[in-house]
């Protein structure tokens, strides 16, 4: 099966979410991707407990964003150790990494130097601000930037405190935005035969997810506040929220209250079916849905919607996905066998590709799992591997 971007091989050093599930999509894709850890311990997120738990000594996380890698252990600090990479890097396309700017230019691992080892290097960072200003020096973490971004203020109810998101969802879209990148100045790299260094931070992904948000408000005199009753926007008007049925929960999404009350038997909902009026008074009209719902199952409400084709879901927990038929038919739940700890189920590609379709050809590895195998393909002799393990090189 041909794979996209088969051929192409990076050095990971990223952890945590936002490098790791970025190179991970690269190496769905067909990439080789190598992972540089610590010696010995790996990389960080594999022992960053799930609700307190590891599985088998390894953490979930881990385990969900590391797949199709090669794991190679290197001691950055030793001389021996830059040397190894800098003769990986000669034949590497891609260099990812997310430390703290400044970090690898102090192991002389910078894009300047490891440019002068392969001139046309595609060489991304992330950061949680960007290499540079005012806050470079500061911990970039996804709750740290929704609550700087301005995500968290939007989210919760008027006079309760600003609410994050669940999951990492900064982490996720600058991930996103790193895999983005890396094709992208591959293809021109393709075209020109230049490499060059790429920027991704969690702060810059943050503002632009709130592009239309933003754009109203450097635009409009309008100011947003927050919804007492529980409105799922403060940009949006009623009914737009969660509701509780007789059995869970249902989301109304934006629709004619004019229909919603013709089907809730709730005449009223009529005359505040304007866009101002439908804002300015969402704090009567959504407890006005909420008495009527609540006197009915889920199913009932979303069959009845359904006949007027009003955006409605049923609200899911994950016990509930894995048994919905969509997640079925889009096949994605996989499952992998782990060295270890036997057979894992990991969440597929989730797109879909006529030509060259994502595969899963490796689990998440063991902490320096192909170290040797990588320095034997780089010309290191088993003599100097051995030396190298006995003496804390890899």
């Known amino acids: 099966m041909k794979s996209a971007l088969e051929g192409v091989r990076v050095l990971d050093f990223t952890q945590m979410m936002l490098g790791p599930w970025g190179t991970q999509f690269l190496g769905d894709m067909g990439a080789d991707i190598i992972k ?43 001389p021996r150790g830059k040397e190894i990479i800098y003769a990986l890097v000669k034949d590497a396309d891609v ?64 006079n309760e405190p600003p609410t994050p998101t669940a999951t990492s969802f900064v982490d996720a879209t600058t991930a ?11 293809f021109h790299r393709a075209r020109t035969g230049e490499g060059q260094r790429i920027d991704v931070s969690l702060f810059n992904t943050a503002i632009a997810l709130q592009c239309q948000e933003l754009a109203s408000f450097m635009n409009t005199s309008a100011r947003w506040e927050r919804s007492a009753s529980g409105i799922g926007s403060p940009w949006l008007a009623a009914p737009f929220g969660i509701y509780a049925t007789s059995d869970g929960y249902i989301a109304i999404s934006m629709n004619s209250l004019s229909v919603l009350g013709e ?8 005359a505040y079916d304007t866009p101002r009026a439908a804002y300015d008074q969402r704090d009567t009209i959504k407890p006005l849905i909420e008495t009527r719902v609540c006197t009915e199952s889920s199913e009932h409400w979303l069959a009845l919607f359904a006949t007027r084709d009003l955006w409605c879901a049923k609200v899911q927990d994950f016990e509930d996905l894995m048994h919905d038929p969509q997640v079925a038919h889009n096949d994605l739940i996989q499952t992998v066998e782990h060295p270890e700890l036997g057979p894992i189920k990991v969440i597929g590609m989730p797109v879909r590709f006529s030509e060259t379709p994502g595969t899963i050809r490796l689990s998440p590895p063991l902490v320096g799992e192909h170290t040797d195998e990588v ?15 006995a003496e804390g090189v890899i």
């Open 263 to 270: 089907l809730l038997d709730l005449p009223e909902l009529a």
């Open 36 to 78: 540089i850890e610590r010696p010995g311990v790996g990389e960080w997120e594999r022992t960053l407990p799930a609700m307190g738990e590891l599985l088998g000594g390894v953490s979930p996380y881990f385990l969900a964003m590391n797949r199709n890698k090669r794991s190679v252990t290197v001691n950055l600090k030793d």
């Open 176 to 186: 996103l935005m790193l895999a983005f990148s890396t094709v992208t100045a591959l």
């Open 95 to 158: 260099v990812t990494e997310n430390y703290r700017p400044g970090v690898m230019d102090k192991l002389g691992l910078g894009y300047e130097d490891l440019k002068r080892v392969n001139p046309s290097i595609v060489y991304v960072a992330g950061s949680g601000y960007g290499p540079t200003g005012p806050y470079v020096t500061r911990p970039g973490q996804d709750l740290l930037i929704q609550s700087m971004s301005g995500l968290a203020a939007q989210n919760g109810r008027a």
């Open 375 to 389: 320095l034997r393909a780089a010309g290191y002799t088993p003599e100097q591997i051995e030396t190298f393990h």
